[in-house]
């Protein structure tokens, strides 16, 4: 996202707003442009190839974007549902620890969720995301030194077991969890946002102006327009930024329900 965005992240739940007052002001602008040339030329002429061509880049540009944030959301939700998986099996394959490693492995896999879970909480920047993830990473690492420590002092019966299923497990875990801290820096180009910003805002003037020089003004049909398109941009912003726009609940439905297995 651009920079603004990047440093202003509690406002991304506006931004399917600001996209869509933009494209409602070059709209009006477009066809008062158009009155204005009506009253001030014998003939005005709306080349509809070129307008065409406008249009099909905005749509070609619109679905892009929505495809790779479509592709992002599947991602995440991915790596959420695979993380709480993760953190479930070792929370109950740490029965074959030994007490005292078992509580202490019990309670950094609490906290490492609780991370987890805090990861998007009261950020305003790219930069405060930035330190919850490090944070995140520093929780890891140590759980990766207690997993490491713990498992050799299992009792001897559990040793074997200990060794066999809870090593593939921590690493199954710290695979899932890099992956999703990689993924919440990735966002894409901030020109590609620019460049479909453009787009629509040319595109609503084009048809502004079309609709008063051809004599055409439907407002029901531009009142629907703008509808779906509002509601469109705001579909792509939630899928590309869903913990911003999803409620909490609902995004992290799965890690809440594994924290609520691990009280």
């Known amino acids: 996202m651009p920079n603004f965005i990047g440093n202003h992240l509690n406002i991304v739940k506006y931004a399917p707003f600001i ?9 009006l602008i477009g066809w008062s442009f158009g009155k204005y040339r009506l009253r001030t030329s014998n003939q005005v002429i709306v080349r509809d190839s070129l307008a065409s061509a406008i249009f099909g880049l905005s749509a070609l540009v619109l679905g892009f974007t929505f495809s790779g944030a479509n592709e992002h959301f599947d991602q995440r ?9 993760a953190i479930t099996q070792i929370y109950q394959s740490s029965k074959y620890l030994g007490p005292k490693d078992q509580i202490e492995v019990r309670n950094s896999l609490k906290e490492i969720l609780t991370d987890r879970l805090e990861i998007y909480k009261e950020i305003n920047t790219f930069a405060d995301l930035n330190a919850n ?3 995140l990473g520093s929780k890891l690492n140590g759980f990766n030194e207690l997993m490491m420590l713990s498992i050799p002092r299992a009792p001897i019966g559990n ?20 992956a999703g801290m990689l993924n919440a820096r990735h966002h894409p180009p901030p020109i590609l946002e620019r460049f ?44 590309e930024f869903p913990n911003q726009l999803f409620p909490y609940e609902s995004f992290n439905a799965d890690l809440l ?4 297995l691990l009280q």
């Not at 939700?77 to 998986?85: F, P, T």
Request: avoid cysteine.
């Open 196 to 239: 479909l910003f453009s787009l629509l805002s040319i595109g609503a003037l084009l048809s502004g102006y079309a609709m008063a020089v051809k004599k055409e003004e439907d407002w029901f049909l531009t009142a629907l327009y703008l509808g779906l398109m509002g509601f469109a941009l705001y579909v792509i912003f939630a899928l």
């Open 257 to 260: 329900r594994t924290q609520t």
């Open 159 to 178: 040793r074997e077991l200990a060794d066999k299923i809870l090593r593939p497990q921590t690493d199954h875990l710290n695979e899932v969890l890099r």
């Open 77 to 85: 939700i991915s790596l959420m549902r695979a993380q709480a998986d």
């Open 19 to 27: 996209f869509f007052i933009s494209i409602l002001i070059f709209l």
């Open 133 to 135: 993830i490090a944070r």
